[in-house]
């Protein structure tokens, strides 16, 4: 997955100008000492923000892109997932109506994150 997100984010700068493909290539060669997630690494480089990568990201993958500072957490919804549980896969919930709950999850693309969640709760997660 990770070489996807790779691929998915070097079109993208190529595409829009800040790179070519050979100076991409070479800081990817870069990237590999470098001990985190490609997203931090080109945030921590400057080279783009957060924000704007995530928002490329929900428009490529049609998913939707909340800005967490704005939504109101149902203290319902909060109390129902032990905080191990939403740290562990990186998930914020925010409504429970009835027995399905909305959640914002920063992987939401692998698969074994929903199959373990669902594992581990008794809601059906929206995200």
Do not use: C
């Not at 080109?42 to 704007?52: A, D, Q």
Request: no cysteine; proline share 2%.
């Amino acid at each position: 997955m990770a070489k996807i997100i790779k691929n998915i984010l070097g079109e993208y700068f190529v595409k829009n100008g800040k790179f070519t493909q050979e100076s991409w290539d070479d800081l990817l060669k870069e990237f590999q000492s470098y001990d985190s997630d490609i997203v931090s690494f080109v945030v921590s480089k400057g080279i783009s923000s957060e924000k704007e990568i995530l928002s490329f990201f929900s428009k490529e993958l049609n998913i939707e892109f909340i800005d967490l500072k704005a939504v109101d957490l149902s203290k319902d919804a909060v109390s129902k997932i032990p905080i191990r549980i939403s740290s562990y896969y990186k998930m914020k919930p925010h409504d429970l109506n009835n027995k399905n709950m909305t959640v914002s999850e920063s992987l939401p693309l692998y698969i074994q994150v929903h199959d373990g969640r669902r594992n581990q709760l008794t809601y059906g997660i929206y995200t």
